[in-house]
């Protein structure tokens, strides 16, 4: 798994561009311009991680079916966002083939998106 705490341009692409939309400053911390960090998962094993990247959803420290405040796709990425504070939240963005992989997570997509 791979914490950005700032926009960086080795961040696949399709992220780079979907988090320019909200960040003013490139320079400036994602904390303080999203609320939050960003998480790139890149294993199965990286999933176990989310209690702790999710501490509002998961607070029993296991992975079950919940709601996000979003989800969405995003290149060859599936978005997970927790709106866990007043200016945001973090963000974990999941390759398309470990989300495939995961029912809890798929499960938990069709959830947030069908609000």
Do not use: W
């Amino acid at each position: 798994m791979i914490k950005f705490e700032c926009l960086r341009a080795e961040m696949p692409r399709a992220i780079y561009d979907h988090l320019l939309d909200f960040v003013e400053d490139k320079d400036i911390s994602l904390k303080e311009e999203i609320g939050g960090d960003v998480y790139i998962i890149e294993t199965d094993e990286d999933l176990l991680k989310f209690p702790e990247i999710f501490p509002s959803i998961y607070a029993q420290n296991v992975l079950t079916v919940e709601r996000f405040d979003s989800a969405q796709v995003v290149g060859d990425y599936i978005e997970l966002f927790d709106a866990s504070n007043n200016a945001g939240g973090n963000a974990a963005y999941v390759p398309k083939e470990i989300f495939d992989r995961n029912q809890i997570l798929k499960e938990s997509y069709e959830l947030t998106i069908e609000v």
